[in-house]
């Protein structure tokens, strides 16, 4: 991350060995982190943790992250891919 940047950064670990993705600071973001997971680019997430650097903190979203999945594929309304079954516990509405 480039020195003096005060920005929120999503880093999603995925269950295909000890190692992170690499990707660009601009593409770290929510919204773009929650369109690559809808959008396959993972193929087992298992945690999603925000942090940034210049405030000195760091969070594990991956349950709220995950009901904001869901939530999304019921407003879409669609399924929740497979993909992201194991992290999106699937739940009956009603």
């Not at 991350?1 to 929510?30: H, K, N």
């Not at 997971?37 to 991956?62: H, K, M, T, Y």
Request: aromatic content about 10%; charged content about 30%; overall charge negative.
């Amino acid at each position: 991350m480039p020195s003096g940047t005060d920005q929120e950064v999503y880093r999603v670990i995925d269950d295909f060995g000890p190692a992170w993705r690499e990707t660009d600071v601009g593409e770290t973001g929510l919204e773009t982190v929650l369109m690559e997971l809808l959008e396959g680019q993972f193929a087992s997430p298992v945690r999603i943790v925000v942090f940034n650097v210049a405030e000195g903190w760091c969070r594990d979203l991956s349950e709220d992250l995950s009901r904001e999945l869901q939530k999304r594929c019921a407003d879409q309304n669609r399924d929740i891919p497979l993909f992201l079954q194991d992290f999106v516990p699937f739940r009956h509405s009603g």
